[in-house]
C-alpha cells in the first residue's frame, strides 16, 4: 500500500515538478518587464489594443482540450504525406529578395542582401511534452543544418508553435541579431543567446539597425504565455521596410482594427504573411479565418497575401485543407494576388506573375 502510495506521488507530483525544470520552461521576469515601462502593460499583463477575451462562452480551457482529445475530428491531419519542395538556401542568389514558406507560421526571407527568419520550428513537435502536437507528415523537408547564416531573427510571440526550444538551441551559432516583444528576450538570454544581440521593443517601435532593412514592431491581436500564467511577453506583427518594397508579418492575430491602421501607416505592402489557420467560433477574437484574413489583406493594402498558421499542424478541429479552401474563395474580387506555394517553394519578390498551383487538392482527404 505504500509503496502503491509513494508511485503515484512520484508519478503525478515528483515527475511533473522535476519536468518543468526543463530549459524549455522559463520563468518570466515580472520585475523586468515592469522596468520596460509599457503603455501596454497594466494590472500586471500585457493588454491588446482592443478588447480581447481567449476564448468566448462558457467553456473552459480544460473542456476545450478534452474535448479536443475525445472528439477530435479525423480530417484535421492529412492522411498521406503533403508535398514539398527543399530549395537551397545557401545557393540562392544574394541580390533578389525571396520569400520561402517552411509550413505554419515560420518563413525565411532574403531581403535587401539580408536573411531572416520568422517565427522557425523545425522540430518534430510543438508542444510542452514529445508526444503532442506533431507535425503533419512531410512538412518538414528543413533542419537548423539547412539554415544559412542569419542576419535577423524575428520572434512573434512565445506560444510553442512558434518559440521552438530546440530549433532556436541548433539555429544558436547561425544568428547574429534577435528581434522580438518585450519579456521574449527573456527566453534568449536563458537559453545562451549573448544580450546584446537581443533587441526586445514594444508596439509601434522601429529598428533601423543599418543594413538597409527598417524593422518595426506592431501590434497583434492574440496572447501570451508557455504554461500557466498569461501575457507576461508581448505579442507583436512585424513589418520591413527597405528602399525596394514593404513586407507584413502578422504573428497570431485575431481580426481587429490594428490592420488598417498599420496599412495606412505604411501606405500599404507588397507582400503579406497573414494568419488564416487554426480558427474556431469559441476563440475568434485571437485567430482569422479565411475571410477575415482576406479582409486584413486589403485594409493593409497589400500586392499579396500568403495565408499563413496552417499546413503543418492541428491546433483547431477543422479540416486540414479547410483554410486553403476557404481562402481561394475569399480571394476573389480583390485587388491582390493570393500566394499559396508549397513548403519550401520559393516565392521571388520581383516576380508578379508567378502562377502556384492548388497543391492541397492533389492530397487524400
Known amino acids: 500500500m505504500l509503496l502503491s502510495l509513494l508511485a503515484i506521488i512520484v508519478v503525478f507530483i515528483v515527475i511533473p515538478v522535476v519536468y518543468l525544470y526543463r530549459p524549455e520552461f522559463v520563468k518570466i521576469s515580472v520585475p523586468e518587464v515592469k522596468a ?15 478588447p480581447t477575451p481567449v476564448l468566448t462562452g462558457s467553456g473552459s480551457f480544460a473542456k ?60 518534430q513537435n510543438a508542444a510542452p511534452v514529445p508526444f503532442g502536437n506533431r507535425v503533419f507528415q512531410g512538412t518538414n523537408p528543413y533542419t537548423p543544418a539547412d539554415m544559412p547564416n542569419i542576419d535577423y531573427l524575428l520572434m512573434t510571440h ?7 526550444y530546440a530549433t532556436l538551441i541548433a539555429l544558436k551559432p547561425k544568428v547574429k541579431q534577435v528581434v522580438c516583444g518585450l519579456g521574449v528576450g527573456q527566453y534568449f538570454r536563458a537559453w545562451g543567446f549573448a544580450p546584446e544581440r537581443v533587441h526586445e521593443a514594444d508596439w509601434f517601435s522601429e529598428l533601423n539597425l543599418g ?5 518595426s514592431v506592431l501590434p497583434a491581436r492574440h496572447f501570451s504565455g508557455r504554461l ?17 518594397r514593404r513586407l507584413y508579418f502578422s504573428g497570431d492575430s485575431g481580426y481587429g ?3 488598417k491602421k498599420i496599412g495606412e501607416q505604411f501606405d500599404g505592402f507588397d507582400f503579406v504573411a497573414l494568419d488564416s489557420g487554426q480558427y474556431d467560433e469559441r476563440w475568434s477574437h485571437i485567430h482569422m479565418r479565411p475571410e477575415e484574413a482576406a479582409q486584413a489583406a ?25 483554410p486553403f479552401i476557404r481562402i481561394v474563395k ?27 498551383e492548388r497543391w492541397w487538392e492533389t492530397v487524400s482527404r
Open 36 to 50: 520596460q515601462d509599457s503603455d501596454h502593460y497594466r494590472q500586471g499583463q500585457f493588454h491588446n489594443v482592443e
Open 211 to 215: 543594413d538597409g532593412i527598417d524593422i
Open 257 to 259: 482594427a490594428h490592420f
Open 158 to 164: 512565445d506560444h510553442w508553435d512558434h518559440l521552438d
Open 64 to 123: 476545450l482540450m478534452l474535448e479536443f482529445l475525445l472528439h477530435g475530428n479525423p480530417r484535421r491531419r492529412p492522411k498521406q504525406a503533403l508535398p514539398t519542395v527543399k530549395t537551397l538556401l545557401l545557393a540562392l542568389p544574394a541580390d533578389r529578395d525571396v520569400v520561402i514558406w517552411l509550413g505554419h507560421s515560420s518563413f525565411f526571407v532574403q531581403l535587401a542582401g539580408k536573411r531572416l527568419l520568422v517565427d522557425p520550428v523545425l522540430s
Open 298 to 322: 486589403t485594409d493593409l493594402k497589400t500586392g499579396a497575401l500568403l495565408p499563413g498558421h496552417i499546413g503543418k499542424f492541428a491546433l483547431a478541429q477543422h479540416d486540414w485543407n479547410d
Open 228 to 244: 500557466f500564467k498569461k501575457n507576461q511577453t508581448l505579442w507583436v506583427s512585424f513589418a520591413l521596410q527597405t528602399a525596394a
Open 330 to 356: 475569399a480571394s476573389k474580387n480583390h485587388d491582390w494576388r493570393l500566394l499559396t506555394p508549397l513548403i519550401g517553394q520559393p516565392l521571388w519578390l520581383d516576380e508578379s506573375e508567378t502562377a502556384f
